[in-house]
């Protein structure tokens, strides 16, 4: 059975920073491109970042709000996907969720909450 279970979150001030957890379970994160979707009150899902299998030719994915703020790792023995999320604004509000290659699994998600 397939768990991820995002971790990290909380409540930051606007320039601040996080680190998002993915804790895997039941699959290999080193063998699956992994991703991060994120979905603001009110709003749609939102592609963040994705970052490829091990040894893959991929470079990682970032998407242009991300504004070079962001960065995906993986560390293949904990079994677990990050997300740095630093200089946050207001507008990064949101459920985090990670994904698997073809968003066959999700977490439950963490929430980013970004204000004063």
């Known amino acids: 059975e397939v768990q991820l279970v995002e971790s990290g979150g909380g409540l930051v001030q606007p320039g601040g920073s996080l680190r998002l957890s993915c804790a895997a379970s039941?699959?290999?994160?080193?063998?699956?491109?992994m991703r991060w979707v994120r979905q603001a009150p009110g709003k749609g899902l939102e592609y963040v970042s994705a970052i490829d299998v091990a040894g893959g030719i991929g470079e990682p994915y970032y998407s242009k709000f991300t504004e070079g703020r962001f960065i995906i790792s993986r560390d293949n023995a904990k079994n677990t996907l990050y997300l740095q999320l630093n200089r946050l604004k207001s507008e990064d509000t949101a459920m985090y969720y990670c994904t698997t290659t073809r968003f066959e699994y999700w977490g439950q998600g963490i929430l980013v909450t970004v204000s004063s």
């Open positions: 039941g699959f290999t994160v080193s063998r699956a491109i």
